[in-house]
């Protein structure tokens, strides 16, 4: 029998009902009183000097109530280097950037209004190209990057177009190359992709009296955007409030301010007046945010009996137009580019580059899914020189407990051996040939992926929990609901620790004016953080449940115990039950704290204690974050030889989940992650030419529909290492749930079709001459 | 937005002719499903629009007595599939229609729209193409009929006039009995995508199924407009069917299309394709026609 009541156990999603029903009231159904809306003239170049704007014609126009241009709020945002404005100043540099704003009585007057306005721009060459970008010849997107306030921890390059070169250095790797018995090198490519949510970037922006804003927003991390308008708009964050309405995904897309700031510049001048700006879906795919492009060089040492001795790259990512958090994802892919192994000599060279393309930020995984996937096709690569079996050279590099990490840090709670056990084993690895032609002459491949991933650290969360007199609790914290569960799993934990019926547990509209502090909703950190931060609310609301028991029946607070389950027992003093006692699913009936001091838990978390700042250079340090990630995929793939389609006909998706809080939870995020990473494979790409996105729309997007999502998904969370610090010993889920799909269905076509895969997505036009050359070697033998 | 400068609804045929003359350049509304996606791109900004879903007369299918099978143009997607006339006869072309889009636009979209927007990823073209289509195009000055063979000038352009309006399509019977149609859309996604490619093929087998007795093929997004294979069909004129004539009929196709590069896909890669599901479309067909492709 489970030691628990309700963790473990299959929960549905509170929000579920309203989601479904359409009663749900997201950020584009909500109307103020008074408000107005907003319209943005976006720039048609990706590249330009703007020569001159005139809004004569737009002020005049019929509704308008405010028109803004770029020199009117001059303020900076970025979160790595303060490189965006508002709107664009002097000059353009992606394509749909934001040039001047106008609010209307109406959309289609704000539109119309737009439309009058005259914009002069003299277009220079686009830089399109990330590695064309890093050529000494090249056109600069900013002229001087290092000119920018930036984090400390980054090192823009003036005269370039280098937002940052991230290092890490473990060992020598120039000796481990020059004694290796194979020395595998590649160089793969990833293309530029889109978070795509359902929900478009948003916001409604109001400016009262006292000058103090108010944002309505999907903002998928309140605080943080609540930072960076704060810091652009030198404005105490006492004076920002950020309002979350129910948030149609995220994908790490909701991370940055996008709409925010358009909203807020236009409001500033409408006089108390709320003004909402919807990006429309064409808007969204310019100007929202995307998953950098990034081209990687590998290099593998290993020796004859398939010990990996040295990895080696040096990566580009194509950041786009402005830095955002793109810094930090070049160095969370680089961290963990040798991939979960045991390597001794590491050296990573990760260069955030600036184009004239759309603005790359965080996406689930936060660099980690490419990653995984050169990572992966490398060890693929190894296993072919060596002539080893894939399976057999990964289950000999894993890490394992205690072992050194690529940033020297003492490894535990490292599941990754039995993650990969057991997703070879959902697909029948052993024994079983990695390509082979069926009957009706498809060609079939299967292939692995693994991937670690870590939590961004030092991190901090906090929770309150409220009792009613009816017996029903109120959580409240600031990580939002993206799609993760985040706003069941944390009621969960209420219920498990206070015994109070999950269903008597609510949770609340995330408003940084009433909800407790957070650092971010990224990093798959929510149930590590913010359930730690719940249980130690819990403990407080227990110790003054107990207080007023005490006082209530009379009995010193010693003798009164709160047991598992939530049975209020008094003691003896013989520490001996007396026989009286009250259930805390019963606080309706029993009134025990009815009209009594009310309760309020509070709890908090963070990790600021047992971080170490890395060495700037090496990247090596004595732990560097809260918690690492695990997981394994394992995938089928057939390929018809004469069209060059591609199916996944099968993915194990195994997860070092450490304890599974809710099965019904887990489920939803790797059938979803899966299917999100055979989209990023197999479809999905921003197509750019001199700058300009050819295929900005959900037709020439392609993400899977569900008559593309019909893969057979076997899901196993393993469960042999608990964190000894998480919530019942969890990690996370949400971007693991993705994070080896890509690798491992690449692998399983490398494998299929007897080549590398070098490009993703894999095209059939890029596969045709291959599976060809396959078909001729099968017919031979 | 939706950016226009006036909607005219029309309630019949009669009154359609009348605004078009009224309001030269006005351009004609169907389903919509074409016309609103290029209005909210701001590309028709300020146009004037002629909707003609109203006109109940220009919906619906039928068998007319010399076996002509006549489906006015305001039939949707949704109803052209599901028809008795179209699944008993040319049940290819339903098939063909049932890949547009999703179901809410095959439900809005019409197969009259579809053949006048006149792109060459059109679905429905490659099928009406290969059954030698007829159109029946009305003015106030009365009606001319058009083989659809003729209809598409170039992308994008068809011979519609100054206050013309398509108000049929008609399939002869000679073109269709006796035939067994198969469509292939080669495209990224199961759903809700454009075709790489598109190719239909209809076939007519001699009475002891041993020979092509006819064969019409017809493609999609193999050239700037949707177009015949006409070397290929006669490559199969009256051949007794085995592997090596699907691999001649496969290799003429070539002749026949001149796909270009563009950034969804390679001109060498859609040709390969062509060869490729032309060669599919003809086994099928064939196979559906009770004939066998190993004797």
């Known amino acids: ?781 | 937005m939706y950016d226009f400068k006036e909607l005219h609804e029309a309630g019949s045929v009669a009154e359609a002719l009348r605004l078009t003359k009224e309001h030269p350049g006005a351009l004609i509304l169907a389903g919509g499903s074409d016309i609103l996606i290029k209005l909210r791109e701001g590309k028709l900004a300020g146009c004037e629009l002629i909707s003609i879903f109203g006109i109940d007369e220009l919906r619906g299918i039928c068998l007319e007595e010399d076996g002509t099978i006549l489906i006015r143009p305001l039939t949707s997607f949704t109803a052209v599939s599901t028809h008795p006339v179209i699944r008993q006869h040319i049940p290819v072309l339903g098939e063909a229609v049932d890949q547009i889009g999703g179901p809410q636009i095959r439900n809005i979209g019409t197969i009259g729209g579809n053949i006048c927007n006149g792109v060459t990823s059109a679905d429905s073209a490659s099928t009406l193409k290969a059954y030698d289509a007829m159109l029946e195009i009305t003015s106030a000055e009365g009606t001319r009929v058009l083989p659809f063979a003729e209809f598409n000038l170039g992308p994008g352009k068809v011979d519609l006039r100054a206050g013309e309006l398509l108000t049929g399509i008609r399939i002869p019977k000679e073109s269709w009995e006796r035939t067994y149609g198969h469509y292939i859309k080669y495209a990224m996604r199961r759903a809700m995508d454009i075709a790489t490619l598109g190719c239909s093929v209809n076939v007519r087998l001699s009475a002891d199924k041993k020979k092509i007795e006819r064969l019409r093929m017809a493609f999609g997004v193999a050239a700037p407009i949707p177009v015949r294979a006409h070397t290929a069909e006669s490559t199969a004129e009256g051949q007794p069917i085995d592997e090596a004539l699907l691999t001649r009929i496969s290799e003429a196709v070539i002749a026949d299309i001149t796909p270009r590069s563009s950034w969804r896909a390679s001109k060498e890669f859609r040709l390969h394709l062509a060869k490729e599901i032309a060669l599919r479309a003809v086994k099928a067909a064939v196979e559906k026609a009770g004939g066998s492709i190993n004797g």
């Not at chain 1, 998480?726 to 080896?740: D, V």
Request: charge should be negative; proline fraction near 5%.
């Open chain 1, 1 to 781: 029998m489970s030691e628990y009541t309700v963790i473990g156990k299959p929960a549905l999603r509170k929000d579920s009902h309203d989601k479904v029903t359409g009663s749900a009231q997201f950020c584009a159904d909500i109307t103020l009183t008074g408000m107005l809306h907003g319209a943005v003239l976006r720039s048609k170049v990706p590249h330009g000097i703007i020569k001159s704007i005139d809004v004569s014609a737009a002020k005049e126009a019929e509704g308008v109530r405010a028109v803004v241009t770029g020199e009117e709020v001059p303020y900076r945002l970025g979160r790595s280097i303060m490189d965006q404005t508002f709107l664009a100043i002097d000059k353009v540099r992606h394509e749909g950037e934001p040039i001047a704003l106008v609010a209307a009585d109406t959309l289609e007057q704000a539109y119309a209004a737009v439309r009058m306005i005259k914009v002069d721009i003299e277009p220079l060459p686009a830089v399109n190209d990330v590695l064309e970008a890093m050529k000494p010849e090249s056109a600069l997107v900013h002229d001087r990057l290092e000119d920018y306030w930036h984090v400390d921890t980054i090192r823009p390059v003036n005269g370039t177009n280098i937002y940052d070169h991230f290092t890490l250095r473990k060992g020598d790797v120039d000796k481990a190359f020059a004694e290796a018995d194979v020395i595998v090198e590649n160089e793969y490519d990833c293309a530029i992709l889109h978070h795509a949510a359902i929900e478009n970037h948003l916001a409604i922006a109001k400016v009262d009296g006292s000058g103090k804003i108010t944002v309505w927003s999907p903002a998928q991390s309140p605080y943080y955007i609540r930072g960076e308008l704060s810091r652009a708009l030198k404005v105490p964050e006492n004076k920002i409030r950020v309002i979350v309405p129910p948030i149609g995904g995220g994908f790490g897309g909701k991370l940055e301010a996008r709409a925010e700031q358009l909203a807020i510049a236009l409001a500033m001048k409408t006089h108390g007046r709320p003004v909402k700006v919807a990006f429309s879906r064409e808007e969204d795919f310019l100007a929202g945010t995307v998953r950098a492009g990034v081209h990687f060089k590998m290099r593998t040492a290993a020796r004859k009996d398939g010990k990996i001795l040295a990895v080696e790259s040096t990566n580009w990512w194509d950041s786009g137009a402005y830095s955002t958090i793109s810094p930090t994802v070049t160095l969370k892919a680089n961290v963990i580019l040798a991939g979960p192994y045991e390597v001794d000599n590491v050296k990573m060279d990760g260069y955030c580059v600036a184009t004239n393309k759309q603005l790359g930020t965080a996406q689930r995984g936060f660099g980690v899914a490419e990653a995984s996937y050169a990572h992966e096709q490398q060890m693929d690569a190894v296993a072919k020189a060596l002539g080893m079996d894939p399976y057999e050279l990964r289950m000999k590099n894993v890490m394992v407990d205690g072992c050194k990490g690529h940033t020297g840090e003492k490894m535990f709670a490292v599941g990754i051996k039995e993650c990969l056990k057991e997703a070879a084993e959902g697909l029948g690895w052993e024994g079983h040939p990695t390509s082979w032609i069926t009957e009706d002459g498809k060609i079939r491949g299967r292939g692995l992926g693994t991937f670690m991933k870590f939590t961004g650290t030092p991190s901090y969360t906090s929770a309150t929990i409220k009792l009613n007199f009816d017996g029903s609790a109120v959580v409240s914290y600031s990580t939002t609901e993206l799609g993760q569960g985040v706003g069941i799993v944390i009621p969960q934990i209420v219920a498990e620790e206070l015994g109070i019926p999950l269903e008597l547990i609510s949770t609340v509209q995330v408003d940084t004016d009433h909800t407790p502090l957070d650092k971010t909703t990224t990093s798959s950190r929510a149930t590590y953080h913010l359930g730690n931060a719940t249980i130690k609310a819990a403990e407080d609301a227990r110790r003054q449940i107990c207080q007023w028991v005490a006082f209530k029946w009379k009995t010193p607070v010693e003798r009164i115990e709160f047991k598992k389950g939530g049975i209020i027992v008094q003691l003896d003093e013989q520490g001996k039950p007396t026989g009286k006692q009250a259930r805390m699913d019963e606080l309706a009936k029993n009134g025990l704290i009815k009209n009594g001091e009310p309760i309020l838990g509070y709890g908090s978390y963070e990790t600021t204690n047992i971080w170490h700042k890395p060495d700037p250079e090496t990247y090596q340090t004595e732990r560097l974050t809260a918690m690492w990630f695990f997981g394994a995929n394992a995938a089928e793939v057939e390929i018809d030889p004469d069209t060059a389609k591609i199916r996944v006909v099968k993915v194990v998706a195994a997860h070092d989940i450490g304890k599974t809080l809710n099965p019904l939870g887990c489920l939803q995020q790797v059938e979803g992650g899966v299917i999100m990473g055979i989209g990023n494979t197999l479809l999905e790409e921003f197509i750019h030419r001199d700058g300009y996105l050819m295929n900005g729309n959900m037709v020439d997007f392609k993400i899977p529909t569900s008559m593309d999502s019909d893969v057979e998904i076997e899901m196993r969370l393993i469960e042999s290492s608990p964190h000894p610090e998480g919530p019942y010993g969890a990690k996370g889920i949400g971007e693991p749930a993705m994070c080896a799909t890509q690798s491992a269905v690449a692998s399983a076509v490398a494998h299929a079709l007897g080549v590398p895969v070098v490009h993703v997505p894999i095209k059939g036009e890029h596969i045709l001459a291959a599976c060809r050359k396959r078909l001729e070697e099968a017919n031979d033998r």
